[in-house]
């Protein structure tokens, strides 16, 4: 291995393949956390769980945060194959509305039939909304991946981060309690992992330091999973996202912001010196984990959806450059607090216990990426617009429905 790869702690980052790797040099193992199995109660492994056949048959789903990234993802493949789906979006100018409103409206343009899509606009921290849902709705299956999302926002504003994952959590866990749901999925993050020694994240690993109030709301929603499946026998799964990346992302991620700004000619802030390296994960991935873990209904489980292989912040804005066809203009600035320098993630359970296996590679799916952006955004762009402060955010064209 040359110079030119980057060695950290306990994984390797190679820079030189189309999809950097991570190579672990963890030896040993892991110790046993609540938030990672069930079965590590009686200190046995995850490789010891008892596989779960998937449900096969029709589904009626409650997928809350619908109108977001993942989520609107995740309603169009189970509408895809046959099952009806109930949206709760309270869209919230997070980031722009146009963008959450055209994602709803690709879905019920899509499937138009009654009954297929009902989309309710609300806070989920609203119990009397949400309790009017589970009484009309006869929902049996429960996909949660509203959040308020973000890292360095947590930092500022830690206490709608407390009232919007936390409680939101608590109440939907309630409610699916009492309405006897088959299976209760949520979205942790990789953020949880925020003060691992290792670079090579494992679920058997402690992760009780967090270094953001966002991690710290993730690390506690998987702990209530936990305390509500140990009370209530309620069937739940936490996914820990890694990166997530693709048509439609979230005009804050770093994805989204380098191909807008690097299509226009605008200066972009770089945080770090480019070696700090993400675990980035094609939205088809992570959608097919999503979907994967719908069906598997475990008894409670936390598992990594990651591509498992790290990518360096420099990597990523050469392949960025290569497929828009124009150079960076780069302001390099400190490495922010709250930031982790390396995420990576271990899949080996998650192949173990759910099929999942993620397909797309790095490269293909920065070119995926920018190739939907010139779609669906260029024709926005005019000349002027470059000479300009780049908008926060700009109008969105959905892009086709995504396959897994």
């Not at 820079?15 to 079965?39: E, Q, Y």
């Not at 990234?69 to 189970?78: D, K, M």
């Not at 989309?119 to 996909?143: A, H, M, P």
């Not at 607090?337 to 080996?348: E, F, H, L």
Request: with cysteine; glycine share 8%; charged share 25%.
């Amino acid at each position: 291995m040359d110079a030119s790869n980057i060695t950290k702690n306990n994984a390797v980052v190679d820079d030189n393949s189309d999809s950097a790797t991570v190579v672990s040099s963890i030896g040993g193992s892991f110790p046993s956390s609540p938030a990672s199995s069930v079965s590590s109660e009686s200190g046995n492994s995850w490789m010891d769980t008892e596989l779960v056949e998937p449900h096969v048959g029709y589904k009626k789903v409650l997928v809350t945060g619908g109108a977001g990234f993942i989520g609107s993802h995740v309603a169009e493949v189970l509408l895809a194959r046959g099952d009806d789906v109930v949206i709760i979006d309270e869209i919230n100018d997070y980031y722009d509305v146009n963008i959450k409103e055209s994602n709803l409206k690709l879905l019920k343009d899509t499937y138009p039939e009654e009954g297929r899509v009902t989309i309710y606009r609300g806070d989920i921290c609203d119990r009397q909304l949400l309790s009017s849902i589970f009484e009309t709705e006869n929902i049996k299956w429960v996909c949660h991946m509203a959040a308020r999302a973000g890292v360095r926002p947590s930092i500022q504003d830690p206490f709608i981060y407390v009232h919007s994952n936390i409680n939101a959590t608590t109440h939907l866990m309630e409610l699916s309690n009492k309405h006897g749901i088959e299976n209760f999925v949520f979205a942790s993050s990789s953020s949880v992992y925020g003060g691992s020694k290792s670079t090579f994240f494992s679920e058997e690993e402690v992760v009780d330091h967090p270094v953001s109030p966002y991690a710290a709301t993730k690390k506690a929603c998987e702990l209530l999973g936990y305390t509500y499946h140990h009370l209530y026998q309620l069937k739940v799964t936490g996914l820990r996202f890694f990166t997530v990346y693709g048509p439609r992302g979230r005009p804050d991620m770093a994805p989204f912001k380098f191909t807008d700004r690097i299509y226009r000619g605008v200066e972009m802030q770089q945080f770090g010196d480019g070696s700090s390296s993400r675990d980035y994960t094609y939205i088809d991935d992570i959608v097919d984990g999503v979907v994967r873990a719908i069906d598997r209904p475990y008894d409670y489980q936390i598992f990594n959806l990651g591509k498992g292989a790290g990518t360096s912040l420099k990597k990523f804005i050469n392949l960025v450059q290569k497929y828009v066809g124009k150079k960076a203009i780069i302001k390099v600035l400190p490495d922010q607090p709250g930031d982790v320098p390396y995420t990576c993630a271990d899949v080996a359970k998650a192949k173990h216990l759910l099929g999942y296996t993620s397909k797309v590679a790095f490269e293909d799916g920065i070119k995926r990426t920018v190739d939907w952006y010139k779609r669906s955004y260029a024709k926005e762009i005019t000349n002027d617009d470059t000479k300009e402060e780049i908008p926060q955010t700009i109008p969105v064209s959905c892009s086709a429905p995504v396959t897994v």
